[in-house]
């Protein structure tokens, strides 16, 4: 008799890319960071995906039952979901900073190993992607869906952070 199979969690989730707008759902094998730092993961599929430009143009919206995207490319990753959100790992110190990307700021509580200064946090982490929380997102462009302007978590690629320093506030 056939083992059952494992059912995959599906996440409805939003990114931005260095380019794009993508609003579809995405089924993560394993702990959802783990998943996207996969070394043997380059592409990250998106269920049911809308795509729009983050740029004005002829493109319109793309709607796709399946596409890929190159990790690389991924900027931020929000998890519309409060068991995806719940199932973060997050390391114990936490400082306030400012993080500036492509498309946006943000300013989000950085989790951090205890012993780990907030400068050296890019240089420690085992991935690219990893999650903040209470986060407060500002866009620099004019954004073609609706991402969210407060989350309790969002995920960051390291790559793609321009600029960080601690919050004065």
């Not at 143009?57 to 409060?82: E, N, W």
């Not at 407060?136 to 390291?158: D, H, W």
Request: aromatic share 8%; charged share 15%.
């Amino acid at each position: 008799m056939p083992l059952p199979q494992a059912q995959t969690p599906r996440y409805p989730a939003q990114a931005l890319t260095t380019s794009f707008h993508i609003q579809g759902v995405m089924e993560p094998i394993g702990p959802i960071i783990n998943y996207l730092n996969d070394v043997n993961r380059q592409h990250i599929p998106f269920f049911d995906a809308t795509v729009s430009s983050l740029t004005p143009g002829p493109m319109g919206q793309i709607l796709r039952s399946q596409l890929v995207v190159p990790k690389t490319d991924i900027v931020a990753i929000f998890l519309d979901s409060a068991e995806a959100q719940s199932s973060i790992q997050l390391m114990k110190r936490v400082e306030r900073c400012i993080a500036y990307m492509p498309s946006l700021v943000c300013r989000a509580e950085f989790h951090m190993g205890t012993d780990t200064r907030w400068q050296d946090m890019f240089s420690l982490l085992a991935g690219d992607f990893f999650a903040v929380t209470s986060a407060t997102i500002f866009p620099l462009v004019a954004l073609p869906g609706p991402f969210p302007q407060q989350a309790n978590s969002l995920i960051v690629s390291r790559l793609h952070v321009q600029m960080l320093h601690l919050d004065q506030a």
